[in-house]
């Protein structure tokens, strides 16, 4: 999966990569990165949609945390990498 790029399922539907390779493509393009963050952490989808609204608001710090971290980013199901254009 991860040698390929996509999954075996449905392949072509999802493109999988780490975030320094996000970086070098970007960078070839001419653009410089701002921020690169997770979004999402796939190994918190089904304990998240299980709570209740109390109990997302006592994790929520934590999950905010995570997303607010460069250093997380590899662990994200999806990420975001903000450029600028020099």
Same mark, same amino acid.
């Not at 690169?36 to 089904?46: A, E, S, Y």
């Not at 929520?60 to 250093?71: H, K, M, N, Q, V």
């Given at each position: 999966?991860?040698?390929?790029?996509?999954?075996?399922?449905?392949?072509?539907?999802?493109?999988?990569?780490?975030?320094?390779?996000?970086?070098?493509?970007?960078?070839? &393009?001419?653009?410089?990165?701002?921020?690169?963050?997770?979004?999402? %952490?796939? %190994?918190?989808?089904?304990?998240?949609?299980?709570?209740?609204?109390?109990? %997302?608001?006592?994790?929520?710090?934590?999950?905010?945390?995570?997303?607010?971290?460069?250093?997380?980013?590899?662990?994200?199901? &999806?990420?975001?990498?903000?450029?600028?254009?020099?």
């Amino acid at each position: 999966m991860f040698n390929k790029g996509t999954g075996a399922q449905r392949p072509g539907l999802y493109f999988l990569t780490m975030p320094e390779e996000m970086e070098e493509a970007a960078s070839r &393009h001419g653009l410089r990165k701002v921020k690169n963050l997770g979004t999402n %952490f796939m %190994f918190l989808f089904q304990r998240v949609n299980a709570m209740t609204d109390e109990e %997302f608001e006592v994790r929520r710090p934590l999950y905010d945390f995570l997303t607010s971290y460069e250093s997380c980013t590899g662990m994200t199901g &999806h990420a975001l990498l903000i450029c600028k254009k020099d």
